[in-house]
């Protein structure tokens, strides 16, 4: 993947980043929470929002760092997951995915206790049990209302959020401009003492959340590595700039003992604006919580189910989770699931228990966002390379995981209880469910691991107890044309069913460099009108060999070069592809060679007519032609194949005493030999033109002297008539054998 290519993609100048970051978290917090936090911690709820802030700007340090370095998808949850291994990333997933949950149904009071304000209503339904007040009734209503909008995937949504955070901030300025001038330093109630403040901060933590979200759209943000770092960090100190002046307005422009008067269905916020304002200020302030709460619990509604993706792709919960809905292509399942979650806890639970948990549950994942910086730092993993690196390492990070910490000691007792329980069942899950399905090791354990002999017992103990040990060999199959799906599936669940794996459809749908991915991804529908159609028939073909297939869309600015990251994002065993149209495979994306190493194995086909009947496997004994005998024996299982080997050698004698040991030690010692002298190329055209498919190890050659002096391989390629699959093996290789090859070519 060249620079160049990369710079076109990237369409997110350091406004439009900072919106977001802005955006997720000017909402239902400073709406909400104002009146509670002045009420238990007096003039100190100031120091409290400013306190949350600087917490929550040490883990944006930290995850501009990550966000540079590993620009994925999953933000939080796979920073933990990737660093410090399934265990944590399911306690981190599970955290991230009810802690929004648990945010969302608190939005959601407070979008309720502002319909109820505007209309004028107090009390509730008397259900003879219980006393359902219309604050919570009308919270229900709008939850559903919410997920359901999620559940049939409303477009256009991004430009409303942009128009809701001008207009919020508008609101805010007017109200904290015109406050200032009518308050009073005597009007500050007295400070209520160090664990009422600190307590108030882990209730209002819960008005920072978001921030992170700004590292997933890393890959569209022009310039990253300085862009990105100034879009998180400068939305975390502006939106504290704008809490602290709301909170010194609100209480100095009004006399000692007003926001404690306020009776339990009047709104702080909006009280102290129709003081300040007058009729038209509160009614413009009821109107911005209004749409505060709402755009608030639609965000992170939306956010969960991208929380929900990364888990089921990395197998934490199941795939199945992720099925797209035929018609409105939307994580249906993830989104009801999340919605069901949201209406129980606003049910359940006072606004306040809401509030903190959502605080408490992020506090854990910051916690070990933090940790998890320090390990990729220590580990020295080779591809980590951060454009933006903290400043005053370690001492950040360490002091962003102790405070995040140390804050949940000072919520409520019962909050800390449940959050501790949900701790405890993430990592139950890992051990009962997850462990056996996920493949993927963090950083953290493979590190100790890979130095056993030098490291305390207790800790290789400790890591290699929790390590994952399950996840079923991954055919990974990158689909475009669905002219060649059929083979492709074919021969993909051959060799998944020989190795009791399982598919991984992915389509890539490519979109011009100057198509957001964001907006590509809600209307693809435009990029290809039936897109969905060759994943569908895909399933359908893996079906009929009795192997379990999963189906993926991604959409992306690259064509082949995704393919890597897909391999690697999914954990693939082994990446089936066709043949690109110009006859290059995938050994020819140049860039690619040079900068990675071959993430799985790779089977490339070009496609005649794929006919396994009779299977030709030229060999010199190379690493990949190990592949080609494994590839072989599938399709001999399957499809009931006969395997010719083939073995050009200087001498007949010598090269059959080669291949019958090399057919014996790669299960083939039953196959046709067959020994040939003289010219290698006009020996396997010969052979081929007896067989219907042709297996070949990929060339040993590097990059520099495939493209001057060319390669055996894509000579042989065009020149014969049956199908030809090029086997390739993982590996790494050094830049030089990248570059030059290993020195004699292999086959």
């Not at 809701?164 to 005597?186: E, H, K, S």
């Not at 009821?286 to 792709?313: H, K, W, Y």
């Not at 460099?513 to 073909?541: N, S």
């Not at 060319?710 to 090029?726: E, F, H, K, R």
Request: charged share 15%; glycine share 10%.
């Amino acid at each position: 993947m060249s620079s160049g290519d990369e710079e076109l993609a990237k369409d997110l100048g350091p406004l439009a980043a900072l919106t977001i970051g802005v955006g997720t978290m000017i909402g239902a917090g400073i709406f909400v929470l104002p009146g509670a936090a002045i009420t238990q911690a007096g003039w100190f709820a100031v120091i409290s929002f400013v306190l949350g802030g600087a917490i929550a700007l040490l883990t944006a340090l930290s995850a501009s760092e990550l966000g540079t370095a590993m620009p994925k998808s999953g933000g939080a949850y796979y920073y933990v997951n990737r660093g410090l291994g399934p265990l944590f990333g399911s306690i981190a997933g599970w955290a991230n995915w009810l802690g929004l949950a648990f945010a969302s149904a608190f939005y959601m009071v407070g979008f309720g206790q502002y319909i109820a304000n505007i209309v004028g209503v107090t009390g509730g339904i008397d259900l003879g049990f219980v006393v359902v007040t219309w604050v919570k009734l009308v919270a229900l209503a709008g939850a559903a209302l919410f997920v359901t909008v999620n559940y049939i995937g409303a477009k256009e949504t991004g430009r409303l959020q942009n128009v809701i955070v001008i207009v919020l901030v508008a609101i805010l300025a007017v109200f904290t401009t015109v406050g200032a001038l009518r308050a009073d330093p005597a009007n500050l109630p007295a400070g209520t003492g160090l664990t009422p403040m600190l307590t108030t901060t882990g209730l209002i933590f819960v008005s920072y959340l978001g921030f992170v979200q700004i590292t997933s759209v890393a890959e569209e943000i022009q310039e990253p590595g300085k862009n990105l770092p100034r879009a998180v960090i400068g939305s975390v100190l502006l939106v504290t700039v704008v809490y602290a002046l709301v909170l010194i307005v609100m209480a100095a422009a009004v006399e000692q003992g007003f926001i404690a008067g306020l009776a339990p269905n009047e709104i702080a916020v909006v009280e102290v604006g129709r003081l300040v304002l007058g009729p038209i200020g509160a009614v413009a302030l009821l109107i911005g919580g209004l749409l505060a709460t709402a755009s608030s619990a639609n965000a992170s509604i939306l956010a969960s189910s991208r929380i929900n993706f990364a888990m089921g792709r990395d197998r934490i919960v199941t795939p199945e989770l992720n099925e797209i809905h035929p018609r409105f292509g939307t994580p249906y399942r993830a989104i009801g699931i999340t919605g069901a979650l949201i209406l129980v806890f606003i049910a359940v639970a006072p606004i306040e228990t809401l509030a903190s948990m959502g605080s408490v549950l992020h506090l854990v994942i910051y916690g070990l966002l933090n940790i998890a910086l320090i390990v990729f730092r220590e580990s020295n993993v080779e591809d980590y390379d951060p454009s933006y690196e903290v400043p005053l390492y370690p001492i950040t990070p360490i002091v962003g995981t102790l405070v995040s910490f140390a804050l949940i000691a000072f919520i409520a007792p019962v909050v800390i209880a449940l959050s501790a329980v949900l701790v405890v069942g993430a990592v139950l899950w890992y051990l009962l469910y997850a462990r056996s399905r996920t493949t993927r090791q963090g950083v953290l354990s493979e590190y100790i691991l890979s130095r056993a002999d030098r490291m305390p017992d207790t800790a290789v103990s400790a890591a290699a107890s929790v390590q994952p040990d399950g996840g079923q060999y991954r055919v990974m199959v990158p689909l475009a044309n669905p002219e060649n799906e059929t083979d492709l599936i074919s021969l993909a669940s051959a060799v998944a069913k020989g190795r009791g794996g399982t598919v991984d459809a992915v389509h890539i749908v490519t979109v011009p460099d100057q198509t957001a991915l964001q907006y590509a991804a809600d209307h693809l529908e435009e990029h290809e009108e039936d897109y969905h159609a060759v994943l569908d028939a895909a399933k359908a073909d893996a079906e009929t060999f009795g192997v379990d297939i999963e189906t993926h869309t991604i959409v992306s600015h690259r064509g082949v070069g995704e393919i890597f990251d897909a391999a690697r994002t999914h954990d693939a065993d082994m990446v089936v592809m066709g043949w690109g149209p110009s006859g290059g495979s995938r050994a020819e994306s140049g860039i690619d060679e040079i900068t990675g190493d071959v993430p799985c194995d790779f089977l490339v086909l070009k496609d005649r007519g794929f006919d396994p009947d009779r299977v030709l496997v030229p060999t010199a004994g190379g690493p990949d032609s190990e592949l080609s005998a494994a590839v072989a024996n599938h399709l001999r299982a399957e499809f009931g194949s006969e395997v010719t080997l083939l073995h050009v050698a200087e001498d007949r004698e010598s090269g059959e005493a080669f291949l019958a040991e090399w057919a014996d030690e790669h299960g083939l010692g039953d196959a046709e030999l067959r020994i040939e002298t003289g010219d290698v190329e006009a020996a396997i055209e010969a052979a081929a033109r007896d067989a219907t498919t042709v297996i070949f190890g990929a060339t040993e050659r590097g990059l520099l002297r495939r493209l001057v002096s060319g390669s055996l391989v894509m000579d042989i390629v065009d020149d014969v008539d049956c199908s030809v699959l090029l086997a390739e093996r993982a590996r790494k290789r050094s830049l030089r054998e990248r570059l030059f090859g290993l020195g004699k070519e292999q086959e």
